[in-house]
Structure formats: structure tokens, C-alpha cells
């Protein structure tokens, strides 16, 4: 996965009081919004992983791969989502296609 940025808030409250919008496209949340999805991503994978090495199988990580998201206003950005070897994971937070 890419470098995460840390959100700094102090930062973007100051960016806030500038005039930056706080949604939309290059909206101030949407770095925060990232970095939590594909931290809880991150999470469910672990854990699928770990279920299926528990029963055993024999899985482990296999890359990621890209999904662009549409927000909820006119912003996008894209998650990097964890797969697994044998391609049993499928995500419940952001489903698949």
C-alpha cells in the first residue's frame, strides 16, 4: 500500500478558515475518508486471512488492487484494496465491482 498521510487537524482546520470546502472534489475530508476505508479494509482482510488460516487453509496476501470511489458530493479518490492468494476475500465495506 502507499505511504498514509497523517491528518493533521489543526492543519486542516486552518485550511478550513481559508476557504478550502471540507467535501467535493479536493475537499479537505477526503484524505481522512481514504486513510479510515482502507484502514477498516485492512482490517477485514487480517481477519479473513486469519479465519481461513485457523480452518486450514492455506491463504495469505496477494497485492492490492485499485477502486475508484465516487463521494458523495463531486469528489473521487481511489482505495487500495488487499486481495488474498486464493481469492476467497471479499470485502463487506466497500463490496467488490
Do not use: C
Not at 482502507?38 to 496476501?61: F, K
Not at 488474498?84 to 463490496?95: C, H, I, S, Y
Amino acid at each position: 500500500m502507499e505511504e498514509q498521510i497523517e491528518f493533521d487537524f489543526n492543519e486542516i482546520l486552518q485550511e478550513f478558515r481559508d476557504g478550502k470546502r471540507l467535501t467535493g472534489k479536493g475537499g479537505l475530508l477526503a484524505p481522512l475518508i481514504k486513510q479510515l476505508t482502507e484502514a477498516a479494509l485492512e482490517a477485514e482482510v487480517e481477519s479473513h486471512i486469519a479465519n481461513d488460516v485457523l480452518s486450514g487453509s492455506r491463504n495469505r496476501r496477494n497485492g492490492v488492487n485499485k477502486k475508484t470511489i465516487k463521494g458523495t458530493s463531486d469528489g473521487t479518490f481511489e482505495l487500495e484494496t488487499s486481495r488474498d492468494r486464493n481469492g476467497t476475500f471479499e470485502p463487506q465495506l466497500v463490496k467488490k465491482h
